[in-house]
């Protein structure tokens, strides 16, 4: 499967040649200004597949902790990626461009989430981590 993404300014653009896996949706405190949304919402990638196709230059790392870190568009300020050790591990669902073919699996941390934000009935929720989706 190809699939792309891009931020939202359209400088910065990739490409992954493969699948998506254990998407989920974070709502801890951190995840809420990373994102800055209600959660995250995110698939891990393999770094092997995954490529730059443009805009390089425009993208600025910040590290959130010594080994993991995002990567985000220093002229509009989507985040497009997760960073462990320097690869990227994940990408930010919302900066794809196509059907990836995967739903969120699992909503993690939902015991720290915003007072304002309701989460439907029915979702798979967890008051703080999960155990890796199969
Ligand atoms: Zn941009
Ligand atoms: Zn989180």
Known sequence: MKLTGECFCGGIRYEINGTLRDARSCHCSRCRKAFSAQASAYA?????????LQGKELLSTYLS???YGFQ???RCGSTLCGLHLGKVHGITLGCLNEDPNIEIGRHIFVGSKASWEV????????DGHAPEAL
């Open 44 to 52: 891990l990638v393999d770094p092997d597949q995954f490529h730059w």
């Open 65 to 67: 902790q010594a080994d």
């Open 72 to 74: 985000f568009c220093s």
């Open 119 to 126: 989460i439907p009935p029915g979702v798979n929720q967890h």
